[in-house]
């Protein structure tokens, strides 16, 4: 089924805190810095801040006699309990929780702050209006339930919980019980096995699934940032095996996680190591030609490849190049990057260099914050408030399953939103030749996803624009993840596509067509066609050279 999208129902294209800010990390300077900044300009104003309080006190005064002034967001789960709409009390602190939140967004929007100050002040506000929201609280109407039907228990294990992950977690709630997973025997279990080895990666080539197999191999290059098992999840999801059972020769990249002996490594270090990789494919297979897909950070190490081996005029090696959530374009408007000055970026390198790696873990802080109602809040509630175990969910486990970066790559990454150098010729280095992303000429497939926060969909768009040759762009109802792990199983998928790429992407997505379905059907057509003749399938792994090493998910997938 196709239909034009809503005029009005034009996705925002980028969230409060993005991939830069995961990158680059968010101090709590910073953050105390715009609250002082906010509070010295109320006080410089003092009668702009007096009749916005008025305003407030007067809300406050009708809410405690009773009048519901502001409606929920049918779509908030933090009120969806009947009690915060029918018991008197829930329902006047709800309003007055609104009531505060509306002023103090109107009182930002009215101040004469400079307009870089007022989105600093609304991404601050944001983040301490949704931790001082009643949902957050012992009163709670779920967690007073719980409390009686538990007999107290509840308390006692929620307190337990708080302890654990205080000790355990960097103080923030798990999103996940770690035991309910285990690599290779829950998650990662298509079979196949690791046919090359060398110190920055090991390459699964997994066991065909089809009669018939294509020539030409599909190599995907998953994120450095987070492990290759996200296209491998349970088999209801895995994308491995959905290549597989429509005739894909599928190889996985799966990145070693380093440590300090690693500093080193940067973005050319791993080009040239995906490029070695491509070539054992090509050994493998007998195929001249490779089908190349990239996630995230992974989609960038791909291009960079690309640009590299046009270049040394080796580009006939890529029959096609498949981008998922992949930034080429690093130019992000967000509240966020008006963190990232030049003092931001140069700390961030220093502490890096300084330690080898960057941490995952503090990656993870900041992804969290992206959303904290979904990511920090709503387990806050459920872990520490009701007394429970998270839940058993395979994307959560994946997520949580934390890698390092080495520091020159995330210098390097660093640079990259400092300069956005792949928009003009030559302006990203890789192995020692200038890139050109307009001289690359392969074909292309790329993912955005409408909810994305991490790798906003209008970048992902112009990322594509970037590049030369036949582009396609498709555009996810998903956000980041579920962008990538939308099988055509999924009910609910659903994509926009236009054909004609325009230079803006608000007047691509009004002309596009909504279709009804997984995006994943369309690549399998779109790869297909470039992915060779048919032949029967040959079932053993690897070859003489590249004998199978040991069963995949292999070794470097199990490092901490």
């Known amino acids: 089924m196709r239909e034009k999208p809503a005029r009005d129902s034009l996705p925002t294209p980028a969230a409060f805190i993005n991939a830069q800010s995961a990158i680059t990390g968010l101090r709590g300077r910073d953050l105390l810095s715009t609250l002082r900044s906010v509070a010295a300009h109320g006080l410089r104003n003092p009668l702009h801040s007096a009749r916005h309080a008025l305003k407030l006190g007067g809300q406050l005064g009708r809410v405690l006699l009773g009048e519901t ?29 609104l009531s505060w939140q509306k002023q103090v967004k109107s009182w930002i929007d009215e101040s004469n702050m400079s307009p870089d100050d007022r989105a600093r002040a609304h991404f601050a506000f944001a983040l301490l209006n949704d931790a001082v929201s009643p949902s957050n609280t012992l009163l709670n109407p779920l ?4 409390l009686f039907n538990s007999g107290g228990n509840s308390l006692v294990r929620g307190i337990g919980h708080l302890v654990d992950d205080l000790l355990h977690n960097d103080g923030l709630p798990r999103q996940v019980t770690k035991q309910a997973f285990e690599v290779g025997k829950t998650v990662a279990t298509t079979t196949g096995a690791v046919v090359f080895r060398n110190e920055l990666l090991e390459l699964i080539q997994y ?10 191999p599909l190599l995907v290059v998953p994120p450095q940032i987070n492990k290759y098992y996200i296209f491998d999840l349970s088999p209801h999801n895995s994308f491995v095996q ?72 080796q580009l006939r090696r890529v029959s ?20 990232a000055d030049e003092q ?21 802080k900041v ?36 890698t390092r970066l080495p520091a020159a790559l995330h210098g390097d990454l660093l640079d990259f939103f400092k300069h956005n150098p792949l928009t003009h010729p030559g302006g990203l280095e890789v192995c020692g030749t200038p890139i050109d992303l307009q001289k690359v000429t392969v074909d292309s497939f790329s993912v955005a996803g409408i909810n994305d926060h991490i790798t906003p969909w209008d970048a992902v768009y112009r990322s594509t624009l970037l590049l030369g040759g036949e582009r396609r762009f498709v555009l996810s109802n998903s956000g980041h993840v579920q962008s990538i792990l939308n099988p055509p199983s999924n009910p609910k998928a659903n994509y926009v596509e236009n054909g004609k790429l325009s230079s803006d992407p608000r007047a691509w997505y009004y002309d596009a067509k909504r279709v009804d379905g997984s995006w994943w059907t369309q690549w399998l057509s779109w790869i297909q066609e470039r992915s060779g003749a048919q032949k029967d399938t040959h079932m053993a792994l690897g070859n003489q050279n590249y004998p199978p090493m040991e069963a995949a998910p292999g070794t470097y997938v199990r490092v901490r």
């Open 242 to 313: 959905y290549a597989l059972k429509n005739g894909l020769q599928t190889f996985v990249i799966s990145w070693r996680n380093p440590d300090v002996r690693h500093r080193e490594w940067g973005l050319s270090t791993y080009v040239e190591a995906v490029e070695e990789a491509m070539n054992v494919c090509r050994a493998i297979t007998g195929a001249r030609e490779v089908n190349l897909m990239g996630a995230c950070a992974g989609g960038l190490t791909i291009a960079a490849l690309q640009g590299h081996l046009q270049a040394k005029r």
């Open 69 to 97: 002034l502001h409606p929920t967001n049918p779509q908030d789960a933090r009120f969806a309990d009947p009690a915060w709409s029918l018991n008197p009390f829930y329902r006047r602190s709800l309003q007055a929780y």
């Open 143 to 146: 967690a007073v339930k719980e």
């Open 320 to 339: 096609s190049a498949t981008y998922l959530v992949s930034l080429l374009d690093s130019e992000l408007d967000s509240p966020a990057t008006l963190f």
């Open 367 to 402: 992804f969290a914050w992206m959303r904290p109602n979904d990511l920090i809040w709503s387990y806050f509630v459920n872990n520490y408030l009701l007394g429970k175990e998270p839940p058993a969910f395979d994307i959560l486990y994946w997520n949580n399953d934390n």
């Open 344 to 364: 931001t970026l140069e700390a961030a390198k220093r502490r890096s260099y300084q330690r080898g790696v960057l941490d995952g873990r503090d990656m993870a």
């Open 207 to 216: 066991k065909p699934m089809s009669e018939k197999q294509y020539s030409k």
